[in-house]
């Protein structure tokens, strides 16, 4: 499996922004794609944003126009780059990382969380 360590968490005004930065390493071989998950108490995890190791990128609809999602092709370091942060964003955001294997399944890594609070 792959180890992801998160950063760039913290407390922000709304309106602020915020950079979190996600690193792979470990067994990184079949890697698909990595991207960014949040949750909050009592809820599911949900997809936040995704990029494909080509570069394809998945935002959902909630934080299109506001995040942007970001690969560095050299190290694999994912980047979710949040901008006019609302109160509503705040969660624990994880990074997320799959490999494809032959069969077709995928395998899935986490990282540790990184708590962003969003003060109205």
């Known amino acids: 499996q792959v180890r992801l360590v998160e950063s760039g968490g913290g407390l922000v005004q709304a309106g602020g922004s915020l950079r979190l930065a996600c690193v792979p390493s470990?067994?990184?071989?079949?890697?698909?794609?990595m991207g960014w998950y949040r949750q909050t108490p009592g809820n599911e995890r949900e997809l936040v944003a995704r990029?494909?190791?080509?570069?394809?990128?998945n935002i959902a609809d909630y934080v299109k126009g506001r995040f942007t999602i970001s690969r560095d092709s050299a190290t694999n370091t994912v980047y979710l780059q949040m901008n006019s942060l609302k109160a509503e964003d705040t969660a624990v955001y994880y990074c997320?990382?799959?490999?494809?294997?032959?069969?077709?399944?995928?395998?899935?890594?986490w990282g540790q969380g990184t708590q962003v609070t969003v003060s109205s």
């Open positions: 990029i494909t190791t080509g570069g394809s990128t």
């Open positions: 997320n990382a799959r490999q494809l294997y032959s069969s077709g399944t995928y395998l899935n890594s």
């Open positions: 470990g067994s990184i071989f079949r890697l698909a794609d």
